[in-house]
């Protein structure tokens, strides 16, 4: 059982916990990420990165965006209330050297992955360039936090509503363009922008890793479930990831894997935001009538 | 009606007809995960034990593999004292209302008996395991759940890693002699494959967890949710924690490819996900379980063993139209249990011999649309000593499916081993274990399928409980 210490809204759709888990909170290394099981009886078990840890008070800290049943059930949770099962920690940690200039391309909620990661590859005596994209300036989260460390931080959005209005991709290729040249780019985000990014890199020959964020379900190597083709290979990416060599991934059979239960997901979710409505006009009701 | 008070002669028990476990109405199994062998009744208990000869040599008893006394269990049966029958069995195994139905009799204690020799037909031995399942459930039914002393505390401490049978059966045994056991399991709930991957409909789940729960009044601490190798090393359970010894019985979970075209496509699954997702995740509960199945009409299930049955036997249940079992032999050379290919067959399922997959087939979206398959005729035999299946050139053919599930074994778990460089392996990705169960590294022992490969519940067991006695000795200095 692991207790929830503390929680916060970072935007709409993006939550942060800090969880009890002193063994994880140990052993994690940045990249690394966890299965999460709300409980045990009928809940699914979904990966999420672990955003930071902090091995004295033994906890773990999650950024997770709703976008679906099992996001929005873990939202609900509140401070003191338990996670039945948390795994981990899980993957191959990120490779950390000192490559020279590192661009670190953070999308959406993959900002929240990304940051220790930028933390380590500065600590490594990188300089460290962040870019960090959203749709929205609504949806973007971790600035504060990537300030603080980043030699070099750039703001998009795609609708120009904070920072520059552009795509993740754009400063990334004149990053590419100038000189000195990045000699490493990590970026995680949704798939097209991964997919995107190493398109982007391809020409110039730049190292370029992604975190792929497939489905999974025991997160150990024992489904396959998780695998992905990666130059001629199936990788599992539980344990040969989460990080792989952007130039070499099949993005494309990735995405649709990762549609394959779209369309159950879909009603799940309805139905979840249906049931929220219900308790909160429920909520609402019990006020007005004593 | 046969006078059971007096001794029968030979001939008076061979002339009893075997009987048959009632089942469920396959029309009606088809669509429930309810246990589908119902097991004897009183009264057939009773008969099918009178079938014993009681054979003084018991040509049973070795090919057992941890060699129960089963004339001594059956005539305890037969006389009606199925608690003294229970107390035989638990002498060797300790979980006999599994492996009561789980084990494959045919190969092992039944492919001996005199009973099925005399009557020239292996399928008309003594049905030790159906006996076996019912003094179980016997006890089960009516009486208290009854937890086997243990010594006194030793003070030395035991690291399991994992819950299949092999840690369980370890676990025991290191208990009862009063150390202090811990289990560490990667997953939610404890059990291996027993949980995970053989189906509620052929061993209901109350029955592994009645096993555990027994463990646990032993004084054996389960921590699940427990990857060692990732969660903590090897060596940080010698080191850190201050364990005495460590039995790794994380067996063979890794799933097998057929690394054919197409095997990466949309609705493409290993039967370990197939089946984790329906046993363990519950996704046949719908409406309540989380985790989703994906809603195939027709299954193409690559593989003939036990859990090509259990893959495909599922899919039935789980609402597809057409189930098709693709196997490049005979239905003689299928490794499965023939009484899972029996109620396969009466479930519905289709066999599909002497075929084999040479392609997946896909459509814009990457969805499978079909499997292309490739004939077979059977030729010389191999080095196993089957007829090894030649493929007709030029027999392609297309079967339509929108789901395939490649149910063709399991290799070792690699993980573990992985992070702990210092345990020797074979090719295989095996552990190499001397006699007693010992591996290469100082204090850990190892057993079941990590060992052996895939192979079966009770021989994991008996690996679990053969390295628990050179534990036992180890931490006792007597070794
Ligand atoms: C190694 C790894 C690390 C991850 N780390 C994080 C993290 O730190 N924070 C976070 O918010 N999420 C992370 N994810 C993704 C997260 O696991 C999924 O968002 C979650 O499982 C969705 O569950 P759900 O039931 O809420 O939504 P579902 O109902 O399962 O899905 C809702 C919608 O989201 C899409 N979707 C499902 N899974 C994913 C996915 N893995 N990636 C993108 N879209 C998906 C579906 O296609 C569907 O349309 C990670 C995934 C992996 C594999
Ligand atoms: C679908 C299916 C059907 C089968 N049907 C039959 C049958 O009818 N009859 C029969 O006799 N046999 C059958 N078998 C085979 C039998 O189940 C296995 O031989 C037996 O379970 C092996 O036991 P084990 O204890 O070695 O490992 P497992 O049962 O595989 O258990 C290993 C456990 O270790 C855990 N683990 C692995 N790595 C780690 C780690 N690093 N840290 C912590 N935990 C870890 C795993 O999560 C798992 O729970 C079947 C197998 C399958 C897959
Ligand atoms: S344990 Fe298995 S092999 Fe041994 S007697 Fe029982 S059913 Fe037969
Ligand atoms: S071989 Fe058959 S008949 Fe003989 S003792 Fe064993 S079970 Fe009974
Ligand atoms: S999640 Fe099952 S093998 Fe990776």
Known sequence: MHRIVSKKQLSEEVFRITVEAPYIAEARKPGQFVIVQRNSDYAERIPLTIADADPIRGTITLIFQTVGKSTHKLAELEVGQYIQNILGPLGRPTHIERFGRVVCVGGGIGAAPMYPIAQAMKQAGNHLIVILGARTKELLIMEEEMRAIADELIVVTDDGSYGRKALVTEPLKELCQASPRPDCVVAIGPPIMMKFCAETTRPFGIKTIVSLNTIMIDGTGMCGGCRVTVGEETKFVCVDGPEFDGHLVDFNNMMLRLSAYKEIEQKAHEECHLEMKLKEMNSAKGKGNP | ?479
């Not at chain 2, 037969?78 to 035989?88: C, D, P, S, V």
């Not at chain 2, 008996?113 to 089960?140: N, P, Q």
């Not at chain 2, 030649?390 to 074994?409: R, T």
């Not at chain 2, 057993?447 to 628990?468: E, P």
Request: overall charge neutral; glycine content about 10%; aromatic content about 6%.
């Open chain 2, 1 to 479: 009606m046969i006078d059971t008070t007096k001794k029968l002669t030979p001939k008076e028990r061979l002339a009893i007809p075997p009987q048959e476990m009632p089942a469920q109405d396959p029309i009606a199994r088809r669509r429930n995960m309810e246990e589908v062998a119902l097991g004897y009744s009183e009264e057939q208990a009773r008969l099918e034990a009178l079938r014993c000869l009681q054979c003084k040599n018991a040509p049973c008893i070795p090919s057992c593999p941890v060699r129960i006394d089963i004339p001594g269990f059956i005539a305890q049966i037969a006389e009606g004292n199925y608690k003294e029958a229970l107390t035989i069995l638990r002498e060797s195994n300790l979980f006999p209302a599994i492996c009561g139905r789980v084990c494959p009799q045919e190969v092992q204690c039944q492919s001996t008996c005199t009973v099925g020799r005399s009557l020239k037909d292996i399928d008309k031995a003594v049905s030790i395991g159906r006996l076996e399942r019912f003094a179980a459930d016997w006890e089960r039914l009516h009486g208290e759940l009854e937890v086997p002393p243990v010594k006194p505390s030793t003070g030395k401490r035991v690291a399991i890693i994992g819950s299949g049978p092999a840690g369980l059966a370890a676990a025991a045994d290191l208990a009862k002699e009063g150390h202090q056991v811990t289990i560490f399991e990667a997953f939610h709930k404890p059990g291996g494959v027993m949980i995970y991957g053989i189906p509620e409909f052929r061993l209901p789940k109350a029955i592994v967890q009645r096993e555990i729960e027994i463990l646990e009044r032993m004084g054996v601490k389960i921590i699940t949710n427990f990857l060692v190798g990732r969660t903590r090393s090897l060596r940080d359970l010698l080191e850190k924690d201050g364990f005495d010894a460590i039995f790794i019985g994380s067996g063979a979970g890794l799933p097998k490819f057929m690394g054919i075209p197409g095997e990466n496509l949309v609705g493409v699954f290993s039967a370990n996900e197939y089946l984790t997702r329906a046993n363990l995740m519950k996704a046949y509960e719908k409406g309540k379980a989380d985790t989703p199945i994906y809603p195939a009409k027709r299954v193409a299930v690559l593989g003939g063993g036990n859990v090509a049955m259990d893959a495909a036997r599922m899919a039935v249940r789980l609402g597809a139209e057409e189930v098709f079992v693709i196997y490049r032999r005979t239905e003689k050379e299928m490794p499965a249990r023939v009484e899972e290919v029996a109620h396969a067959k009466e479930e519905g399922v289709i066999f599909r011999f002497l075929e084999n997959a040479k392609r997946i087939l896909g459509d814009e979206k990457s969805r499978v649309i079909g499997i292309e398959c490739l004939s077979y005729q059977l030729g010389e035999p191999d080095a196993s000593g089957r007829r090894r299946p030649v493929e007709i050139p030029g027999s392609e053919h297309v079967i339509e499916v929108d789901s395939v599930i490649v149910a063709i074994g399991n290799e070792s778990h690699p993980l573990l081993l992985q992070t702990n460089p210092e345990i020797a392996v074979d090719k295989h990705g095996h552990i190499i274990t001397d006699e007693t169960g010992k591996t290469s590294m100082d204090r850990v022992y190892a057993g079941g399928d990590i060992v052996l490969g895939s192979a079966t519940v009770i021989l994991a067991m008996g690996q679990g409980r053969r390295a628990a006695a050179s534990i036992h000795n180890f931490l006792m200095g007597n070794s």
